[in-house]
C-alpha cells in the first residue's frame, strides 16, 4: 500500500461519497466547539485502492481507514487534551451507523482501522475486529492512541522490539490485536504456524517432533509440511515413524511414575499422620515400599533427565563458550559443552545469554531444582554411607513437589524461546504453554520447484501452470 500524505490531525480513508458526506456532518461539524479542534480531512479513494494485502493470513477489512499524525499524537494524547476527549465522546456516537454494517452476507468487518507511520519505518495497522467481550471500540481506540504515543517517545521498549522482530512481507506493515488489556503485535509467521499446527496435531500424539514448515513467502496458503521421520533399523526389521521429541517422552515417564507414587503415598503413608501406626509394616506391606522406590526413582530421574534433555535443545549448532584460566583459554563447542558442563551451570553461564533470560539462581523453582539435581546424583552415584537417608527422602512428601518442578523449569525457558529465539520453538515440546512453530520461508520459484518435484511433474515443461 502507498501511505498517504496526512495534512490533518487524523485523515479518513472511504471509497463511498456518502460516507463523506456524513462525517462531515455527523462528526467534524460537532467536533469544533472546542477550541482548537481535532481537524479531520476525509478522502474517497477507489475500491482499487482499498488494502486488501495479506489476506491468505489473516482477514483485515473494515468499513473506513483512519490515518493519524505526528503532530496529533504530540499536540492531543502526550498529554490528553481536552479536544481527544471530546472526539472520542463525538466519535462513540459517528459509529452507531457503522457498527450496524459489520454483518455483510455472514462476513463480519472491522467499523474501522487504525493506521500510524511509525518513524518513517513501520506502518502499524491496528485491527479492530474482533473486539473482546466487555470492551468498546472508543476504549480500544484510546488504546491505541496511548500505544502509539509510548512508541513514539520511547526510543527502546519492548514492543518496539517486538513490532522491529516481527515479520513483514511488504512496506514493514505491522499489524496489532488488541487483548483486553493492551495491544499485541501479531506476526503473520507466527499466526499462520498457529492454524498449521491446529491441523496437524488432530491426529498425532502430543509426544512426537514438531513439523518443519515451508511457506511460499508470496501466498501463505501455498506450504509444504515436512515430518521429522526416522526409519529405525533393528533385527532385520524396519520401522518409520515420527520422531519423538525427547523432552516430552522423558517428562511423561516422570508424570506416570509420579501419579502412582502419588497413590501409594495417598494409600500406606497419609493414614500414618492420623492413626499413627504403620512403623513396623509386615513383609508383605514392606514389599509395597519398595515397589513405591523403583516407581519414585524414575519419577526422580526423569524428570531430570528432561530437563537435561531440554537444556541441550536449547544451545544452537556451532554455538561456543570460552573460558579462561591463568592466562589459558578453552573454546567449548556444543558438543564438549553436553558432555562436560553439569546441568545447573549449563542455566547459568550457557543458556541465559542465549535465551536472554535472567539469573535463574534467583528464580523460585532453583532451590528446587538444586534439590532434584542432588537427589538424581545421589541415585546415580550411590554412596552406601548415605543410602538410608537417600530412601529417607524418597519417602518425605515433598519429592513430589521437586519432580512436578521440572515442567515449570521447561515452561519458564519456553516463554523466552517464544520471545527471544523462536526459531528453537520447532524443537520445543507440546503441550507445555508454547505449542506454536514459526516457519520458514521460499521463493515462489522455489517452492514451484520443489512442488513439481515432491509430485513427479515434468520440471522441462515451459507452459506448466503456477
Partial sequence: MKYPTIESDLLIHTDRKEFKLYTDKVLIENLKIIKPPIEISVNVVSSDETDIEDRDWIYNSSLFDLYASTPFIENHVVPVSESLTDFLSKFDSFLEIFKSMTQ????????????????????????????????????????????????????????????????????????????????????????????????????????????????????????????????????????????????????????????????????????????????????????????????????VIFAYTALEAFANICIPAGWEYQTETNGVKTIYSKEAIERKFQLREKFKKIIRPILNTPDPSLENWWMSFTELENLRNEIIHTKQSKSEERYAKLLSKSVFDVVKNHKKIIQFYGEHISRYKTELLEEYPYEFGFDDVIPGLMTNKNYWKSYKSIHNINLDKSNEEE
Fill in 104 to 299: 455483510i452476507e455472514g462476513v463480519e468487518l472491522a467499523p474501522f482501522s487504525l493506521y500510524f507511520e511509525l518513524e518513517s519505518a513501520y506502518i502499524l495497522k491496528f485491527l479492530f475486529h474482533p473486539i473482546p467481550k466487555e470492551t468498546d471500540y472508543v476504549t480500544m481506540l484510546k488504546s491505541a492512541f496511548e500505544t502509539i504515543a509510548h512508541l513514539h517517545l520511547e526510543k527502546e521498549s519492548e514492543l518496539k522490539t517486538t513490532i522491529e522482530n516481527s515479520y513483514s512481507r511488504r512496506n514493514n506493515k505491522k499489524y496489532l490485536t488488541f487483548l483486553g488489556d493492551g495491544w499485541k503485535v501479531l506476526n503473520p509467521l507466527l499466526e499462520v504456524g498457529k492454524e498449521i499446527t491446529q491441523t496437524y496435531r488432530k491426529d498425532r500424539d502430543w509426544r512426537v517432533k514438531k513439523p518443519h514448515i515451508m511457506l511460499n513467502q508470496d501466498n501463505f496458503i501455498r506450504r509444504f509440511i515436512f515430518d521429522s521421520n526416522w526409519v529405525l533399523v533393528f533385527d532385520h526389521l524396519e520401522t518409520m515413524l515420527i520422531q519423538p521429541n525427547d523432552v516430552a517422552l522423558y517428562s511423561n515417564i516422570a508424570d506416570r511414575c509420579l501419579n502412582q507414587a502419588m497413590e501409594f503415598y495417598g494409600k500406606v503413608i497419609l493414614p500414618r499422620h492420623k492413626q499413627w501406626h504403620g512403623s513396623f509394616p509386615s513383609l508383605e506391606k514392606q514389599k509395597e515400599y519398595y515397589d513405591y522406590f523403583e516407581i519414585i526413582i524414575q519419577a
